[in-house]
């Protein structure tokens, strides 16, 4: 049994992490957490400690770390405002444990470059949850582009469209400095799928970027790919708002949808369990989506110009 603190204890995916200690057999012995509406430990784990000031955590976890040996923290799970996963994996490294991080792992790719030098400093490694890596569809896809010629290449769309009510703008999932921009908070792990599956980037063009919306194109080895991404619930398709949903997601490759929308439950389950197991994803997995959304937000957009995507011109 690993011993586990948790950093974002109140946030959205929290839980999902919770729930993936508890399934692997695992136990949470600290969590931190400015805001105090946790209630959800008591459903995994009502004895954990936990801290509303990052001192008092930083304190518990020290203490922990100089004790006996099964008393010191093994992994801490990052849950955490986009913009706070550095220094908190940072935290965690220097503090003896490995890090386990939500995506996106940092906002620039130059993040990664000094995590790299602190897991040399310390011996400990950083994780990150890229969970489509793990969903059947995604990995039975990459098989099939893998089996045909290496130069051969698909045609795909993405579209995902997330509704979000008038708080996330005034969250800090609406500051770009703190998430990063739409491209990197709802769009990151997409695009490491993309990378996954396909192959290096080639060629990143950006069509439109505003606060509720972005779009582009990439193109990788084996893949021309258009995207889009949205939190505007006037985006989402009127067949589809007619059934009650607020949120669609999309991928077709050369005309052919992928259904990857269930399965989704228990990715952080799986996650852990590879990360368990010694076969997480680490640092160097990461670069190309984190330098692709850093790309994006930096862009200057080029309109309806070239090969964008059709949700841009309805």
Request: with cysteine.
């Amino acid at each position: 049994m690993k011993k586990f603190a948790l950093i974002g204890a109140a946030g959205y995916i929290a839980p999902r992490h919770m729930q993936a200690i508890k399934a692997t057999g695992n136990e949470l012995v600290a969590a931190y957490d400015p805001n105090d509406s946790v209630g959800i430990i008591d459903s995994h784990f009502p004895e954990a400690h936990f801290f509303t000031e990052f001192e008092r955590f930083d304190r518990h976890v020290d203490k922990l770390h100089r004790q006996a040996e099964n008393k010191k923290i093994d992994f801490m799970s990052i849950c955490s405002p986009n913009y706070l996963h550095d220094s908190h994996m940072r935290f965690a490294l220097r503090s003896g444990a490995d890090a386990i991080c939500e995506k996106p792992l940092v906002l620039n790719p130059w993040n990664i470059d000094g995590l790299l030098e602190i897991e040399k400093d310390t011996g400990h490694k950083v994780n990150t949850i890229l969970q489509l890596r793990v969903h059947p569809a995604i990995v039975a896809l990459r098989e099939k582009v893998k089996s045909q010629p290496r130069d051969k290449k698909y045609e795909v769309d993405l579209t995902y469209i997330t509704s979000r009510g008038k708080w996330y703008l005034q969250s800090w999932k609406g500051d770009i400095n703190k998430s990063g921009g739409i491209a990197t908070n709802i769009g990151v792990h997409f695009f490491d799928m993309l990378h996954f599956i396909f192959g290096d980037l080639q060629q990143n063009i950006v069509h439109h970027v505003s606060e509720t919306k972005s779009s582009g194109f990439l193109e990788y080895e084996n893949a021309r790919v258009r995207w889009f991404l949205s939190i505007d619930l006037e985006d989402v398709p009127a067949d589809i708002l007619a059934t009650g949903q607020r949120t669609f997601r999309s991928i077709t490759v050369d005309g052919e949808d992928i259904e990857f929308s269930g399965g989704f439950t228990d990715l952080h389950n799986r996650s852990y369990e590879q990360i368990l197991a010694g076969n997480g994803f680490g640092l160097e997995e990461n670069r190309t989506a984190i330098s692709t959304v850093a790309h994006i937000r930096d862009a200057q957009p080029i309109g309806l110009q070239g090969d964008y995507h059709p949700f841009l011109s309805r």
